[in-house]
């Protein structure tokens, strides 16, 4: 499996902990954090061990482009 997407609207510290830790230790290539309340969505790539070594923010109202997967580009300005 190459991304998966959780929207975290009342399970953010779930999402950037205990499932984090596990994709990450699974080698989920890339794994996004929809922060609803924040508004923005974590992007984290390259697994090692129970972490990923890249963590970047995009924001709501942006197009989101995948880290890992070419060509994947997500339009969130109806989210803004």
Do not use: C
């Amino acid at each position: 499996m190459k991304l998966i997407v959780e929207v975290a609207a009342s399970s953010l510290v779930d999402d950037l902990g205990e499932k984090l830790e596990d994709y990450a230790g699974g080698g989920l290539a890339e794994y996004w954090v929809a922060d609803v309340q924040g508004r923005l969505v974590m992007r984290h790539s390259g697994p090692k061990a129970n972490a990923y070594a890249t963590r970047e923010p995009a924001r709501f109202g942006e197009a989101i482009a995948a880290l890992t997967i070419p060509a994947l580009l997500v339009d969130t300005s109806a989210l803004a």
